[in-house]
């Protein structure tokens, strides 16, 4: 009889997940060519809802060693958001999370978003940006180029823009809740923590 082989975590395996078939799994897999990690990333598309994301990653958890899902309040009702997030934390993985979309870490780029915005009116804004930079076409979830000649350059940019603007929440927050750590998320539009994936992937600049 043929042993067993257990499926051993691989020490510097990072996976993300994502159901972002375009923006999402563009940006992180130009992210993973243009810098050097001290992890092996790999960025993985899930079709479906939150919670399929959330599973998906729970099965990769078993052969790696950090594993982080993607996923955006979109239209999607609240509890199934905050579901989702207990189960991910439960299971010790990690969520970048955009309200409403992922297009607010990507306008964060260019300046702090804090005015509420519906996806399309996240779309027009990114779109205006990528105009102004001389891309008559303007903004394409599909147009790797901009992600490498436009939005990482400004990486730095739109992770201090990012924290800055999610700080601000949690302090307001924390006046009237203090100490309280779940924070309402799907209240917070124009809010991403997806700067918090981009710093767990310790990335640094290729020689």
């Not at 239209?75 to 991910?88: G, Q, R, V, W």
């Not at 306008?107 to 399309?120: C, Q, S």
């Not at 309402?184 to 290729?206: D, Y």
Request: glycine fraction near 2%.
């Amino acid at each position: 009889m043929a042993r067993k082989v257990k499926n051993l975590k691989q020490r510097n395996q990072f996976v993300i997940v994502t159901n972002g078939k375009r923006s999402e799994k563009n940006y992180f897999n130009a992210l993973r060519v243009k810098f050097r990690s001290i992890y092996d990333i790999d960025v993985k598309f899930e079709n479906g809802d939150p919670l399929t994301v959330v599973k998906r990653a729970i099965r990769e958890k078993k052969t790696s060693n950090q594993v982080w899902c993607i996923f955006d309040k979109d239209t999607f009702p609240d509890e199934t958001i905050y579901k989702c997030m207990a189960i991910a934390r439960n299971e010790d993985i990690d969520i970048a999370f955009s309200n409403a979309a992922f297009e607010v870490w990507l306008i964060n780029h260019f300046d702090k978003l804090e005015a509420e915005k519906t996806p399309a009116n996240l779309l027009d804004v990114l779109d205006s940006y990528i105009r102004d930079e001389g891309y008559a076409q303007g903004y394409s979830k599909n147009d790797c180029v901009l992600v490498e000649e436009v939005f990482l350059p400004r990486l730095e940019t739109a992770k201090l823009n990012s924290e800055v603007s999610l700080q601000k929440r949690i302090v307001e927050y924390n006046r009237l809740k203090p100490n309280d750590t779940n924070y309402p998320l799907c209240e917070w539009n124009s809010c991403t923590t997806v700067h918090k994936l981009v710093e767990a992937l310790k990335l640094q600049e290729r020689e």
